[in-house]
């Protein structure tokens, strides 16, 4: 019995020692678990402000472009060759007919020593399989191919309605794909997927294929040639990037002069044309409204429908009102381009004419007048708007084009037309799409990595002969695979809040009044909300500030804002302490613009411009936005960036030393 008890007391020793053991293990993982999901909350939190403010940035630089688009109108006009495509090499004169352009290609040879693809029309499946390869390789498709398919392209386009009806059998799915922007590995992973386009796959493209990617081109070459082999099972509508003005500033207009130097302005010119073809809007099965950005509580499809769509060339330009048209025609002056800088410097053209930044405008003799506000005003909606949760429709401020569209707005114009769902693209969405309005409103984008490497995957749609929408995901990767999920996050991070402090630091002089105002007593502090308040009322983000003020400014232990720390570890590119600090500000706060006034005046795209040029264009673009001109200062700083060869400008290696950047990344002069 003692041997028993003996036994019986050393198990229970044993079992209070296991139990003592379990509890630390249960705690320890409690507390592990408690520490991961902390952790996870603070890296999410951190990935959706890092992307709320990538977006908002970009809305307020489509905001920005809209409210210049006058003045980039008038430049365009004011340098425009009237008379000739500015290119001698492909011809030294051009025919007063409306089309003449269209047989351009054939006066450009392709040399023996071209290794890309060789295209025959009609293109076949092996000619698209050929373009697939090259541009794998990253081969450049040769311009005489470029212009003949594009002519080709046209061509068809002219063909299709504004509204594309499509049926789909019950024997097969149909895919639905939403903004691309030039990133060409994103349609190489959908169609290795999916498969190819084909009679057994159709598609259908739901605008912008360009612009902010580096492919652009690649993809409009490859959607084009689907489009010319199965132009009944590949389907293209037009997004808002496709046009002339935005391609100025968001990237397409340079990829094409950087990629093909010499027949550059002519593919654009043609480019804007065809862009004009495209069609507005898909339907499915009369069930299934496809279009690029939204609808609006006055979207009117049969209107859409009737509509002469290629007077469109950009949404950028509104058409006068009647009332000065009617002014207009009395006078016997043509139908004028809207330009608020350019009333007395108005050029009037009779042919058509090719900018000099390769952004041109088709003008004929005795042409079809200009769209009235009433068309304008429907395709805009069309392709500029986003939902939103709450009912009714307003203005889209934030975008500064198009409208936020309700529930009921959706659902009153599902009704009228005996639809089911609409599908647009039009927005960023961190999983490549979104469900709203109780799921009859889809929002499709297929652009992976949008804004960083690891921001966002890209997604598409397959939708069964049923018309029930099956989403498949993907992301392309390069570098992420290397990185956990904490780095790639502090990546995205990392170039969010860089991109937001450059903004903060070309406001620095309204920021720094707006400051003042709630600093009564001069001390160099106010509340956080003041902060906040001052930040929103200058930048106009609707950014989360209370949350980014930990990594834009300095607070003191009573929990005040050092205001004036948000513009100390940042600096320009380069030293300009002997310039006039406001005109450095401004450089800085118009630097896009400017480099799009520079590529629209470098008429030879040889990256130079005569100073003189330069100083007259300056006095024009800051009398536009009512800033001070500076003369003597930009002839000081020229000189100063020592970037004046010759009576000449680099303006590439100018606007380069206009870079906001950290104080320690700063290059070396």
């Not at 705690?27 to 977006?55: D, G, H, M, N, P």
């Not at 009037?348 to 004419?353: F, L, N, Y």
């Not at 979104?434 to 997604?459: C, D, M, P, Q, W």
Request: hydrophobic fraction near 35%; include cysteine; aromatic fraction near 10%.
């Amino acid at each position: 019995m003692e041997h028993i008890v003996t036994d019986m007391g050393c198990n229970a020793s044993i079992d209070d020692r296991a139990e003592s053991k379990s509890e630390k293990a249960i705690k320890a993982a409690v507390l592990i678990q408690k520490w991961y999901r902390s952790t996870r909350a603070r890296l999410e939190i951190s990935r959706r402000y890092s992307l709320t403010i990538f977006q908002s940035i970009e809305y307020a630089d489509e905001q920005d472009q809209a409210q210049l688009a006058s003045f980039f109108t008038f430049m365009l006009e004011r340098y425009a060759d009237p008379d000739a495509v500015a290119d001698a090499s492909i011809s030294p004169s051009v025919s007063h007919q409306a089309d003449s352009y269209l047989t351009e290609y054939e006066n450009i040879e392709v040399p023996d020593s071209y290794c890309g693809p060789r295209l025959s029309f009609p293109l076949t499946l092996a000619d698209a399989n050929a373009l697939l390869h090259a541009f794998k390789d990253g081969q450049l498709l040769h311009a005489h191919y470029v212009l003949q398919l594009l002519c080709e392209t046209r061509r068809v386009l002219k063909e299709k309605p504004n509204i594309n009806l499509v049926s789909v059998s019950y024997s097969k799915e149909i895919t639905v794909c939403g903004d691309l922007h030039g990133n060409l590995d994103d349609l190489f992973l959908i169609f290795y997927k999916n498969g190819l386009p084909s009679e057994k796959k159709p598609y259908v493209f739901n605008g912008d294929f360009v612009d902010r990617g580096r492919n652009s081109m690649e993809i409009l070459i490859i959607l084009f040639a689907f489009l010319l082999i199965y132009p009944n099972d590949v389907h293209l509508n037009r997004g808002n990037h496709e046009d002339y003005v935005i391609n100025l500033r968001y990237g397409f207009s340079s990829e094409v002069l950087n990629k093909y130097k010499v027949h550059g302005k002519v593919i654009l010119y043609l480019l804007q044309d065809v862009f004009s073809w495209l069609p507005l809007a898909t339907i499915i099965n009369k069930k299934v409204l496809i279009v690029h950005g939204g609808i609006s509580n006055t979207t009117d499809l049969d209107f859409l429908n009737l509509l002469e769509r290629n007077k469109l060339k950009s949404l950028m330009r509104p058409p006068k009102p009647e009332a000065d048209r009617e002014e207009q025609a009395k006078e016997g002056t043509p139908a004028a381009r809207p330009s608020t800088c350019a009333a007395n410097e108005h050029v009037t053209r009779k042919t058509r004419g090719v900018s000099s930044s390769g952004s041109t405008e088709l003008s004929r003799p005795n042409s079809q007048s200009g769209p009235t506000l009433k068309e304008w005003k429907q395709v805009l909606d069309i392709l500029w708007s986003d939902p939103r949760k709450q009912n009714g429709c307003v203005p889209n401020k934030r975008r500064g084009g198009g409208c936020y569209f309700g529930p009921d707005t959706t659902a009153r114009l599902l009704e009228r037309y005996n639809l089911k769902m609409l599908i647009r693209s039009h927005e960023f969405k961190r999983e490549g799409y979104e469900l709203t309005h109780g799921g009859k409103v889809i929002t499709i984008f297929s652009a992976s990595n949008y804004y960083e490497e690891g921001s966002n995957r890209g997604a598409y749609i397959r939708l069964n002969p049923d018309l029930i929408p099956h989403f498949v995901q993907y992301q392309v990767r390069e570098c992420t695979d290397k990185q956990n999920y904490w780095e790639r996050v502090k990546t995205i991070e990392r170039s969010a809040l860089q991109t937001l402090r450059e903004k903060i630091f070309a406001h620095r002089s309204t920021l720094t009044e707006a400051f003042a105002k709630y600093d009564c007593n001069n001390t160099g502090k106010i509340s956080v909300s003041d902060w906040a308040a001052a930040m929103e009322s200058v930048l106009c983000l609707e950014l989360p500030w209370r949350t980014l003020q930990f990594h834009l400014v300095k607070t003191d232990t009573d929990g005040k804002v050092d205001y004036m720390s948000c513009f100390h570890n940042m600096e320009i590119a380069q030293s300009t302490e002997e310039v006039q600090p406001a005109l450095v500000e401004t450089l800085c706060k118009y630097r896009k613009d400017l480099e799009i006034i520079f590529n629209i005046m470098d008429e030879d795209q040889s990256g130079l411009i005569s100073f003189d040029e330069f100083r007259k264009t300056w006095r024009i673009f800051s009398s536009h936005l009512g800033i001070d001109a500076y003369d003597a200062s930009i002839d000081k700083l020229a000189q100063s960036i020592d970037y004046n060869k010759d009576d000449y400008i680099d303006f590439s290696e100018f606007l380069e030393a206009f870079h906001v950047v950290h104080k320690r990344d700063k290059k070396p002069t």
